[in-house]
């Protein structure tokens, strides 16, 4: 799986660097990490190239659990 960070990514796609196929299945890791902000360009992007989903993962840590 390719990574990179979220602004990079945002970054590389607003300026058409980007080497990554269309059509993806985007997953951000730590999402409660990312910003409404880029929540909104990373959702622009996805629809922009017919991307699959988006998947976010936010672990929720508590030492009762």
């Known amino acids: 799986i390719k990574s990179d ?6 970054i590389e796609e ?5 080497d990554i196929q269309k059509e993806r299945l985007l997953i951000v890791d730590e999402a409660g990490m990312l910003g409404s902000l880029d929540f909104a360009k990373l959702q622009e ?9 988006i998947i976010f ?3 929720i840590l ?3 659990i």
Do not use: E, G, L, W
């Open 5 to 10: 960070t979220v602004a990079k990514f945002i």
């Open 14 to 18: 607003m300026q058409n660097k980007s």
């Open 45 to 53: 992007i996805a629809k922009k190239n017919n991307d699959f989903r």
């Open 57 to 59: 993962f936010y672990a």
């Open 62 to 64: 508590n030492k009762n």
